[in-house]
Nanobody, 123 residues
Framework: QVQLVESGGGLVQAGESLRLSCAASGGSFSIYRMGWFRQAPGKEREFVAAINRSGGSTYYAEVVKGRVAISRDNAKNMVYLQMNSLKVEDTAVYYC????????????????WGQGTQVTVST
């Protein structure tokens, strides 16, 4: 089992940047593919980004591609989501997730989830 705790959320203005962090504990971090998902009010939880075990491959939802970057530091058991040029529509609770499967954007394949961190983007 692996436990995940997100941090770094907050209130920012449109166009600004924010870096989310996810700290993992309780498992062998490097065996997990990691992902970031988000859920806005009244909407389904959606895929944002994913990164493979070594950190050499990344995947992004089209809606955020070019504005966000996922990275990981296996030595620190950390995953990050750098978000730039934030838009109001990026407002959501952002969740860190882990899977042992080869997964990209399929929510059902992620077995472990954090509690989320709120990101609010204002005009």
């Amino acid at each position: 089992q692996v436990q995940l705790v997100e941090s770094g959320g907050g209130l920012v203005q449109a166009g600004e940047s924010l870096r989310l962090s996810c700290a993992a504990s309780g498992g062998s971090f490097s065996i997990y593919r990691m992902g970031w998902f988000r859920q806005a009010p009244g909407k389904e939880r959606e895929f944002v980004a994913a990164i493979n075990r070594s950190g050499g491959s990344t995947y992004y939802a089209e809606v955020v591609k070019g504005r966000v970057a996922i990275s990981r530091d296996n030595a620190k058991n950390m995953v990050y989501l750098q978000m730039n040029s934030l838009k109001v529509e990026d407002t959501a609770v952002y969740y860190c997730a882990a899977t042992r499967a080869i997964a990209t954007m399929s929510r059902e394949l992620y077995a472990y989830w954090g509690q989320g961190t709120q990101v609010t983007v204002s005009t």
